[in-house]
């Protein structure tokens, strides 16, 4: 587990520090005081990328150039260095090249309010969705990942020129299809392993009210190769690849009828909840760490019935960092610390 947390330069703070608890830590302050900071620095520490945006840049403190997070997970002390072309990972003091073995340690899994947009966005939030477990999930994917879209970049490029070789074609369309062909795998297998999780989440949140169906939607055949060829003379028109699993997209399904059109506002909520839930399921059944749970703000539409429901089925061995703007909503004795965050300042108390 995460025991404590530190962070320099880091967005708001110029320098504070946290100690967290096994199981539940709730995260209390008004408005921008920096509970999403908080998390989005855990996240930083253990997997060396933010959950709410694409780059690191943004999250160095105004007018400085670098940040730095450190923290202790169970007896070992990570440091992560950022600036910009330049990164550092340290392990027990150790800096490490490789981040393959501090990649390892915990795995995370973040819910947030922007999740709806697994639901309702465009699917490229779903192949997203899909990226980010199969990164944390298997060493395999993110080499794959990126040698498909590598290939991809090349190929198009080469359908955009004036007039492109099919010699030449066929050397671009041969690392598309082998990277392509195991990519389309690898994310049939995960959504095989997150579908009766979801499936039995959703169910459980809605009260056994509810079903939903998630598939995979692949943007390509199962003979890649095979459609690529055939859909040549379209390509040809459009200058570019339009099949592949750059068109691939998850099919989410509430009582039989697609989610994104049909569903209602706490349909879709339960929906997103549940395919967080199962990538928290797919981590635990993968390693003896749980993964740490990211918990922020997400019971603006939530009834308090409901919000309870929801802590109730977050996996008991996993540790949760879960912040909120009040919680005079919590009923029963969830147990563990409230960090009150306010002027730069952490004040805990332990109930
Ligand atoms: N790079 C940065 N440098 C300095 N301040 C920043 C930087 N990035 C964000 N901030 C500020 O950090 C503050 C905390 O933001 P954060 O999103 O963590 O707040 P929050 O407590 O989660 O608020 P909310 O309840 O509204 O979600 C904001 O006031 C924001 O303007
Ligand atoms: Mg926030």
Same mark, same amino acid.
């Given at each position: ?27 209390? +302050? ?36 670098s940040f730095v997070v450190s923290g202790h997970v169970g007896e070992h ?15 027990? +003091? ?67 020129? &004036? ?11 041969? &690392? ?54 055939? *859909?040549? *003379? ?23 009828? &697609? ?10 909520? @339960? ?15 993968? @390693?003896?760490? &749980? ?12 009834d308090a019935a409901r919000r309870n429901a929801l802590l109730a089925h ?10 909120? *703007? ?15 965050? @306010? ?9």
């Amino acid at each position: 587990m995460l025991r404590e947390l530190q962070l320099r330069d880091f967005r708001c703070f110029a320098s504070i520090a946290a100690e967290f608890s096994p199981g539940f830590n709730f995260i209390v +302050g008004a408005n921008g005081q920096g509970k999403t900071t908080l998390l989005e620095a855990a996240c930083v520490l253990l997997r060396l990328q933010s959950q709410r945006s694409s780059s690191l840049a943004p999250a160095v403190r105004v007018g400085q150039r670098s940040f730095v997070v450190s923290g202790h997970v169970g007896e070992h002390r990570l440091q992560f260095y950022y600036r910009a072309l330049r990164r550092k990972v340290a392990f027990d +003091g150790v800096e490490q090249r490789d981040q393959a073995e501090y990649l390892r340690l915990v795995r995370v899994v973040s819910f947030a309010s922007h999740d709806l947009e697994l639901i309702r966005g465009p699917a490229e939030m779903r192949r997203r969705y899909l990226d980010f477990i199969g990164t944390q999930a298997e060493a395999r994917y993110r080499p794959v990942l990126r040698a498909y879209e590598r290939a991809l970049r090349s190929r198009n490029a080469l359908l955009k020129s &004036p007039h492109p070789r099919p010699r030449e074609l066929a050397a671009y369309t041969e &690392p598309l299809v082998r990277a392509g062909t195991s990519l389309r795998e690898m994310r049939a297998a995960l959504v095989r392993r997150l579908a009766p999780f979801a499936e039995a989440s959703h169910r459980a949140i809605s009260g056994g009210h509810e079903n939903l169906s998630l598939e995979y939607a692949p943007g390509s055949e199962e003979d890649f190769a095979a459609q690529l060829a055939r *859909t040549r *003379t379209e390509e040809e028109r459009l200058r570019l690849t339009i099949v592949g699993p750059h068109r691939d997209d998850l099919r989410l399904q509430v009582e039989a009828m &697609p989610a994104a059109q049909f569903a209602s506002e706490g349909q879709q909520r @339960t929906t997103a909840l549940a395919l967080k839930l199962a990538q928290a399921q797919v981590f635990a059944e993968d @390693t003896a760490t &749980p993964p740490l749970l990211l918990v922020d703000d997400i019971f603006g539409e939530l009834d308090a019935a409901r919000r309870n429901a929801l802590l109730a089925h977050l996996p008991n061995e996993s540790q949760k960092l879960v912040t909120a *703007t009040a919680l005079d909503w919590r009923a029963g004795d969830w147990g563990g610390p409230v960090l009150e965050l @306010t002027d730069g300042e952490i004040r805990r108390r332990d109930k």
